[in-house]
Each structure stands twice: as C-alpha cells, then as structure tokens.
C-alpha cells in the first residue's frame, strides 16, 4: 500500500513537471493555457495524497479551474483585438 | 554563451540548496507542539469536527480576516482600473452565437455549481473546504454564464451589496465574539451544538457562510469586470 502510494506520487511529480515543460516550449497559446491548468490538477491529487483536501479544493477550484478560464478568456479578448487590428490594417 | 553560464551556475546552486534540504529531511512521527495541541483542543473547545477551519475561522482568525480584505482590495483595484473601459450597450449581432452544447449545459450545470458552492461553505466545519473554496465555485458558475453570454447583464449594485453586508456582519461577528466570549473572532458567541452536527461549532458556520459569500461577490465582480470592459 505504501510502496504503491509511493510510485503513485512519483508519477505524479513526473507528470506535473512535464506538463509544466510542455505548457512553457509549446507554440500554441490555448495548448499552454491547458498544460498550465493540468499543471493545477496535477497539484491538487498531489495535495490529496498529502492528506490536505482543503488545500486540494482550493488548488482545484481556482489553481486549475478559475485561472483557466480566465486565461482562456483573455485569449479569446485578445485575438478579437488581433483581428480588428488585421481588418484595420487592410483598410488602410 | 555568458548568459547560460549564469543560468547553469544559478540552477546548480539551487539544486544544491535543495538536495541539501531533501537529504537532511526526517518525516515527524508525531505532531509538534501546536499541532498537537490543535488537534487535542479542537473538538472540546470550539465543537468543530474539521481542525482546518477551526485553524482558519477561530485560532487564525485575524489572518484570514487579512486574507479576505486582500482580496477585497485587488477586487476594488480591478473594478478601479476596468472602470473607465466600461461600456454601455454592446450590439449583441456582433457576437457569434456559442454552441448549443454549451447554452444547455450551462442552464443545467449552473444552478448545481452554485448549490454545490453553498453546500462547501454552510458544512465548512464538518468537511473540507470552506469560505474560500465555496465562493469560488460559485464565481465559476458566474463565469459559466458569462462565457454563454458575454453582454448578460449583472447587477453591479446587488453584488456590492452583498459584499459589504457579509463582510460588515463579518468583522461585527468578531467584535460579538471581543464582548461576549474569549476574543476577537471567538466561536463561542453562540452553543457548541454537538460535535459533527450541521448546527455546531458555535460561530463558525455563519462566519464561514459569510466569507464564502463575500468572496463570490468578489470574484464574480471581478470576472464580470473584465467581460464587461471594452476591447481598447
């Protein structure tokens, strides 16, 4: 039970580092806001594990699930910015 | 070249001070002396059978009290800033339809976030989570509905409202707690209850309540800001 709570964390720990390293080289932004998110999720089983679920809740609720969709939707305020600009620009 | 020299140099003395900390860690085998005396104390003194939120709402209470009025400042600062982009009526042709997917899920999910943020706060003492957690589940169900409709309009003055009077009755719960019981923020202004019961540990489920409501006033508030400010 232990050793397998053990591998679990470990696997964990990987996997929040490589979807950090993803979310920083990778090109396209919504694929980032995603990583960065599962980055939170990943945190929060981690807290749970820690025996911390109110710690966990909080990681869950705005680490992963606020902070997403307020990236997602500052992304979608400035690609309607880069569009106008684009239209502008042929107008010009 | 200089450049990756410094960065290498910075992260092996990093790795350093880290694996010294790592190779110098023993587990606890048992709680230090004020944890243990939190989690002795607790049940007998406060009657809460979560010793996280006793910890937050009545042991720490000023800090969290800190806490909430951090947040209120940086809700104040955005509504502040994102005032003056504030538009009047967007035309609502310009506006691409989202998907059917979504308009139906969110008239099914949002009353169930919101419920589900309520449950959170009202049993904070009972099960983890709690003020903070709640509210913010319940700015998730805001932010449901504003993504189905950017130009929804939300009553800034009923969001106000609701802010200022829960963190009035807050800090008046604390004073209550200054005359009546041990000191500022005591739960003990009201019965214990008994111990696991959703009517127990005195104070806490109310102030809890309030903080849970205060802070989904101010997140929502937030989140409503930035949708209603106008593309510059």
Redesign the interface.
Known sequence: MNSMITIMTLVLALATIVVALVSIRTKQLPVAILAAGLVGLFASVLFIILAA??V???QA??GS??TT??FF??LG?VR??GK?DAEEGEFD | MIKRLIVLLLMLVLGTIFWQLLSAYQPDTELNLTGRYYADHTADDLGAA?V??AIIVTYRGLDTLGEVTVLFLSAAIVGLVLASGRQGEKQRQQLTPVGELLTIGMRLLVPLFMLLGVY?FVNGHLT???G??GG??I??GV?LT??VDPVKHFSHRLIAIIESLSGFFYVSLGAMGLLLAGGFLDNRILPLGELGHLFSAGAIPLIYSLIGLKVGAE?SSM?ID??ETE??
């Open positions: 679920p109110d966990a809740m909080t609720a705005i699930g606020l969709f307020l939707f500052v305020r309607g910015m106008n | 979560n996280v939120t959170i983890p989570g709690g903070f957690q913010a589940v700015a998730s932010l504003l993504l997140f989140l930035f949708s593309a510059p």
